[in-house]
């Protein structure tokens, strides 16, 4: 069945340590993006890739990276988290259509202590 | 720039009523593609509806339809039967080309027994 998958779906971590949150889809679509989520449920845009080798800063300033080395992989790492970074990242693709939707995965629930 | 804007921060309906959810976009572009997506609590994103510009006849999906009205720039939700499932942050997005996705601030949709 096709799918979006993120890891972990929650993690509590100290300020200051390095973190990669995994994002993979099995459907083979070229566009993938990162959303963060505040507390107030608005989604922020902070990275997108429209294929391998490909990635864009979003509208939201974000400390965090991203990478695209193969179609179904869209990592996001933060190098140094802080007590900011704490929120809902939810990462999503869409198909190469003008119609097609995005697709949501579970979303991680981030935690900087 | 393309905006979303939900005027309805929460709502509230009792179950098996009919509620309608609001959402106006600002866009120049003249062909484009609007969703409504339902995050219920703690659960993953998904598609509810969509409705491409060009086509004047309104989406419909079993208990959920929408108003466009693309002259006023005007796409509203309306459920049907309310069931408690329904319960839900509720988006509006837009999309260009199947890209540059734009989502609206949420509605809060409880559905009261």
């Known amino acids: 069945e096709a799918d979006i998958y993120q890891t972990p779906r929650y993690l509590v971590i100290g300020t200051g340590k390095k973190i990669t949150l995994e994002c993979s889809q099995t459907?083979?679509?070229?566009?993938m993006y990162w959303y963060q989520q505040d507390p107030g449920m608005e989604l922020h845009l902070i990275h997108y890739s429209y294929g391998v080798n490909s990635t864009e800063k979003g509208d939201l300033s974000s400390e965090s990276t991203v990478s695209r080395i193969r179609t179904e992989h869209f990592p996001l790492t933060l190098e140094s988290a802080r007590p900011s970074h704490t929120s809902q990242y939810l990462c999503?693709?869409?198909?190469?259509?003008?119609?097609?939707?995005?697709?949501f995965g579970p979303g991680t629930r981030l935690t900087v202590l | 720039a393309q905006t979303v804007t939900q005027s309805q921060p929460e709502m509230s309906v009792q179950e098996a009523e009919t509620v309608t959810l609001s959402c106006t976009y600002d866009?120049?572009?003249?062909?484009?593609?609007l969703f409504w997506y339902k995050q219920p609590p703690s659960r993953q994103m998904i598609l509810v509806i969509r409705q491409e510009a060009y086509k004047q006849q309104n989406a419909t999906e079993n208990r959920f339809s929408v108003n466009f009205q693309k002259a006023a720039k005007s796409f509203s939700l309306k459920i049907s039967d309310s069931q408690l499932g329904d319960t839900a942050m509720y988006f509006c997005a837009f999309s260009v080309y199947g890209q540059n996705f734009v989502f609206g601030p949420g509605t809060r949709l409880s559905v009261l027994p």
């Open positions: 459907m083979g679509h070229d566009k």
């Open positions: 999503a693709s869409s198909g190469p259509s003008s119609y097609n939707e995005q697709f």
């Open positions: 866009t120049s572009e003249s062909n484009y593609y």
